[in-house]
């Protein structure tokens, strides 16, 4: 047996004071339990969930598309605008770029490109990420870059 009486006391009291008002009133006790359950789920909506976190990588890819029947000169003075554009901001360490040619998979995987085409430029820029946040360069990047080139998106 257990040596340790707060332990005991708190046996004892489960055992034979609270059992028994339990099994007085089963229907009590079990509405009172379902009642709580149910109240639970009032909790849910103060659980933070984040369906897509932000994968922390430091690489950031932008693809371009350019309107039907453009050349690959036209492609690659666009993608080389975009380069020197990106290659000034501030946490951009290194800067990949690649105009009219078949877009590699993205971490082994399809960027669903139409593969060879005049019409496509691939810019990946590596970021420092202690030095700026990519989710907010995501949008001011898209914002600055969709003024300067219209209809390359």
Do not use: C
């Amino acid at each position: 047996m257990l040596n340790w009486p707060p332990l005991l006391h708190l046996i004892y009291w489960y055992a034979y004071t609270l059992m028994p008002q339990i099994l007085k009133r089963p229907l009590k006790t079990g509405v009172i339990g379902v009642l709580i359950g149910t109240l639970a789920y009032g909790l849910i909506p103060f659980i933070p969930v984040e369906l897509f976190p932000e994968a922390g990588w430091e690489q950031m890819p932008i693809f371009i598309q350019m309107p039907v029947g453009t050349s690959v000169e036209e492609t690659e003075q666009v993608v080389a605008g975009i380069s020197k554009y990106l290659a000034k901001q501030k946490g951009v360490v290194e800067i990949y770029s690649s105009s009219g040619a078949q877009i590699e998979g993205w971490f082994g995987g399809s960027i669903g490109a139409n593969g060879v085409s005049e019409e496509n430029g691939f810019v990946v820029v590596k970021l420092d990420n202690k030095q700026v946040n990519q989710a907010d360069l995501v949008d001011t990047w898209g914002q600055i870059l969709s003024k300067k080139y219209p209809h390359q998106w």
